[in-house]
């Protein structure tokens, strides 16, 4: 039926592309909701070190990328947890250190050059062979299970630090288990879309749901839906049009972003109307096109204060 | 009877700065005690302390006879922090959010039927299950409140300690979390409570405690005749984005 599904190398891109699509939001969630969106962007730059570090010790560019880029998060994740230096100060160190290093190191490397970093940059899903296969569907199984499987306990952790310390959660150590998730899912996500395009799959999706929904569940479920659909559909179209699969998802991505936020308007009126009438007595007041709480709000609460 | 919260001459620095000098406060099972005082008086610190969240440089802070820093019970303790306006990067309902307040008895297990269950009565105590579904972005500032006053009741507490619960909040709300507060008073919750003005709480307060640059200036037993709204400048209660940088809540 499908043409595509009969190459292996296309198989191989496919699978990938899927794993990465429920991977990539799934972490990505708790660093929009933390407002650290671009923290896998950081990551992304601290894993090109590690992919040259591969290539100098001759091992799998995969798995040096993975530790690299573990410790460097791990080093954000304490930077932000002292309150020692600024969270963007940190994050562009990290971004200027990691892409200097990888330069550094790749042309210290025997016979390489900066030619070398050229696929894990912008990714390169149909060269993908099945030992990263295998990497890729090890890693994100670990940062699906730790991202959907303890999501109460790091939604309550992103979504105020000091409350979750005092119901007892060991929020040092969940800090660190999502740092660590989300070196693991750049690393993944770096042979679909490649480091520089890492982070808009873990943001875009998220911020795309988030126009049409309310609650974090829907979000996450929202949010792994587009994921998939863009990064599967992205790599389809990157083989039968021959473009760059990397962009083809973040441009899909984007589009899907665009038009659930063109739907946000009308589905926030919808929602006023909806809430006024199962509210009866609520005066009519929000003006069309204000945020839904406005109106669906049946407290006197701000003309009260005093 | 052993103190729920005991603190005994319990000095504390913030950034390098004392802003607790040797205070001394006891709640005992089923009591409510008011902090009161101006802005910078350190009554947030206090409770801040009690809950671990800022460390005791001397004297003793206990809380159901733990050290501070040994304990571990926090099922027991219901924190409501200080109400924060800014809204998280993801949007949450208020059953999400209330929910989280569970995993001070869950831990790092999923919630089953009976924590949904105290969730729901937790949410009808506030007077809220019929927002539970609602975006906690789009809830008035009593409303959001009431969801934090809920969250921490979820994990059915002993004591609850209240950081500013009146601050931006509507003369409605203020009502419904009076009557809360009495619900669980009668049923032997101990309160210490952060206010600005004691507002319709007044009659339900057992003592006042009045600090000022981090010291107790007084105590008062059945504050009936304390003023409404000591020594603080009135903009504070209305808008709560001047107040001191230490607000925490949620994101």
């Not at chain 2, 307060?205 to 037993?221: K, M, N, S, W, Y």
Request: proline residues 7%; aromatic residues 4%.
């Amino acid at each position: 039926m499908f043409e595509l599904l009969d190459y292996p190398f296309m198989q191989r891109a496919l699978l990938a592309a899927l794993l990465i699509g429920v991977a990539a939001p799934a972490v990505g969630i708790y660093l929009v909701q933390r407002r650290q969106a671009l923290m896998g962007d950081g990551i992304g730059h601290v894993a090109l070190t590690g992919v040259a570090l591969g290539f100098l010790f001759e091992s799998s560019p995969v798995w040096t990328a993975v530790a690299v880029s573990a410790l460097g998060a791990v080093g954000m994740e304490l930077l932000r947890a002292s309150g020692r230096a600024r969270g963007d100060i940190a994050l562009a160190m990290l971004f200027y250190g990691g892409m200097a290093g990888g330069v550094m190191i790749i042309n210290l490397a025997p016979g390489g050059s900066t030619a070398n970093l050229t696929s894990y940059l912008w990714g390169s899903v149909t060269t993908v062979s099945p030992d990263d296969i295998t990497a890729i569907t090890l890693l994100s199984a670990f940062v699906v299970l730790v991202a959907l499987g303890l999501r109460r306990q790091l939604f309550a952790v992103c979504q105020d630090e000091e409350f979750a310390r005092v119901t007892g959660l060991p929020v040092r150590a969940l800090n660190l288990l999502l740092a660590v998730t989300a070196a693991a899912t750049v690393t993944v996500a770096m042979r679909v879309v490649g480091l520089l395009l890492v982070s808009a799959l873990m943001v875009i999706p998220v911020v795309a749901a988030q126009q049409v929904t309310r609650g974090f569940a829907t979000t996450l479920a929202a949010a792994l839906t587009i994921g998939v659909l863009v990064s599967v559909s992205g790599t389809a179209t990157s083989y039968y049009q021959d473009v760059p699969p990397g962009a083809t998802i973040v441009l899909l991505a984007i589009g899907v972003f665009v038009l659930a936020a063109l739907l946000a308007v009308p589905l926030a009126r919808l929602r006023t109307r909806r809430a006024r009438a199962a509210t009866p007595g609520t005066p009519p007041g929000s003006p069309p096109g204000s945020p839904p709480d406005a109106g669906s709000d049946p407290d006197p609460a701000l003309t009260a204060r005093p | 009877m052993e103190p729920v919260i005991s603190l005994t001459g319990v000095s504390a620095e913030l950034g390098g700065q004392r802003v607790l000098h040797g205070v001394d406060l006891a709640v005992h099972p089923g009591e409510v005690v008011a902090l009161l005082g101006a802005n910078g008086s350190g009554k947030s610190t206090a409770v801040r302390a009690a809950v671990g969240q800022v460390p005791v440089s001397a004297g003793t802070l206990t809380l159901f006879g733990t050290p501070v820093r040994r304990f571990r019970d926090w099922a027991r303790v219901g924190y409501v922090p200080q109400r924060s306006t800014a809204a998280s990067g993801v949007p949450a309902t208020v059953r999400e959010v209330v929910a989280a307040g569970r995993l001070a008895r869950r831990g790092l297990r999923p919630l089953r039927r009976a924590d949904r269950a105290a969730v729901d009565l937790a949410l009808d105590l506030v007077g809220l299950a019929d927002r539970a579904n609602d975006a906690v972005d789009a809830l008035s500032g009593g409303q959001h409140q009431r969801v934090l006053i809920a969250r921490a009741l979820t994990a059915e507490p002993e004591v609850l300690i209240m950081d500013e619960p009146l601050a931006g909040v509507d003369l409605a709300s203020q009502r419904v979390l009076a009557g809360t507060l009495r619900t669980l008073v009668a049923d032997g919750v101990a309160v210490l409570l952060v206010l600005h003005e004691t507002g319709p709480l007044q009659p339900l307060i057992d003592r006042a405690v009045v600090l000022a640059h981090g010291r107790v200036e007084r105590t008062v037993e059945h504050p009936a005749g304390l003023p409404e709204s000591p020594s603080c400048h009135p903009a504070d209660a209305a808008e709560p984005s001047a107040e001191s940088p230490l607000r925490t809540g949620i994101l």
